[in-house]
């Protein structure tokens, strides 16, 4: 779920060296990542850098406890960044840890209260634990200050969609891929969204595209023999 952003105005001072670090190592191969980190660690093993750097490497290669170690430590040496904060509840989320994520996110927040992402992944975290009332009220107040969100918007889909409201989650999902065209995610649930909606074309559109760019993509695949399989 990882938002690829960089850091609010209001943080660069503390985060912009973090926030480059982050862009190389998602920019890396999960083994080069991993490299990179090691060498970094072992240059200055007291460095908030070399941690999160471990962090991301580590939550590339889908190594979670590691990535969460490595992203406490850094939070340890830097407790004024909100980035790494937020970054560690977005990892926190993919643990099925959605407590352990809100405190994450609450504390990123504290330190950049008009940071997007991490409004999100707050959102994201009551959704999970039931509250979607209160996640769409959060979304719903991120996306007037910013209405094109491609991550805000795709989880306000999601939650009316998980809701029961196709209709209501159709334009948030269409939103979310004129937004960031290349989001695999965003493009599936627009494409499952279309097909509960008897869309059969909509949702082949929105399959192949997901496939343009990302050929190898299971789930799209799938989707799309399943419409065939329906016509």
Same mark, same amino acid.
């Given at each position: 779920?990882?938002?690829?952003?960089?850091?609010?105005?209001?943080?660069?001072?503390?985060?912009?060296?973090?926030?480059?670090?982050?862009?190389?190592?998602?920019?890396?191969?999960?083994?080069?990542?991993?490299?990179?980190?090691?060498?970094?660690?072992?240059?200055?093993?007291?460095?908030?850098?070399?941690?999160?750097?471990?962090?991301?490497?580590?939550?590339?290669?889908?190594?979670?406890?590691?990535?969460?170690?490595?992203?406490?430590?850094?939070?340890?040496?830097?407790?004024?960044?909100?980035?790494?904060?937020?970054?560690?509840?977005?990892?926190?989320?993919?643990?099925?840890?959605?407590?352990? +994520?809100?405190? %994450? &996110?609450? *504390?990123? /927040?504290?330190? =950049? @209260?008009?940071?997007? !992402? #991490?409004?999100?992944? $707050?959102?994201?975290?009551?959704?999970?634990?039931?509250?979607?009332?209160?996640?769409?009220?959060?979304?719903?107040?991120?996306?007037?200050?910013?209405?094109?969100?491609?991550?805000?918007?795709?989880?306000?889909?999601?939650?009316?969609?998980?809701?029961?409201?196709?209709?209501?989650?159709?334009?948030?999902?269409?939103?979310?891929?004129?937004?960031?065209?290349?989001?695999?995610?965003?493009?599936?649930?627009?494409?499952?969204?279309?097909?509960?909606?008897?869309?059969?074309?909509? +949702?082949?559109? %929105? &399959?192949? *595209?997901? /496939?343009?760019? =990302? @050929?190898?993509?299971? !789930? #799209?695949?799938?989707? $799309?023999?399943?419409?065939?399989?329906?016509?």
């Amino acid at each position: 779920m990882l938002f690829r952003s960089r850091a609010p105005m209001s943080q660069l001072n503390s985060d912009t060296v973090l926030q480059r670090v982050f862009d190389l190592i998602s920019d890396l191969p999960a083994d080069r990542a991993d490299a990179v980190a090691a060498r970094m660690l072992r240059a200055d093993p007291a460095s908030d850098t070399a941690h999160f750097a471990l962090g991301l490497a580590a939550l590339q290669a889908g190594r979670l406890e590691v990535a969460i170690g490595a992203l406490r430590n850094a939070g340890r040496i830097n407790r004024s960044s909100a980035l790494i904060a937020r970054v560690l509840g977005e990892v926190f989320l993919l643990a099925d840890e959605p407590d352990l +994520a809100r405190i %994450a &996110f609450v *504390a990123s /927040l504290e330190r =950049s @209260p008009y940071d997007i !992402e #991490a409004g999100v992944g $707050l959102a994201v975290c009551h959704a999970t634990v039931g509250d979607t009332v209160e996640a769409k009220r959060m979304l719903r107040r991120l996306l007037v200050a910013n209405p094109q969100h491609p991550v805000a918007s795709l989880y306000m889909g999601l939650i009316l969609d998980a809701d029961g409201d196709p209709m209501a989650a159709l334009p948030w999902l269409e939103t979310s891929v004129a937004a960031n065209p290349h989001s695999a995610a965003a493009g599936l649930h627009l494409g499952r969204c279309r097909m509960q909606l008897g869309d059969n074309a909509g +949702a082949e559109e %929105a &399959f192949l *595209a997901v /496939l343009s760019h =990302s @050929p190898d993509h299971r !789930e #799209a695949q799938q989707s $799309l023999e399943q419409l065939s399989q329906a016509h």
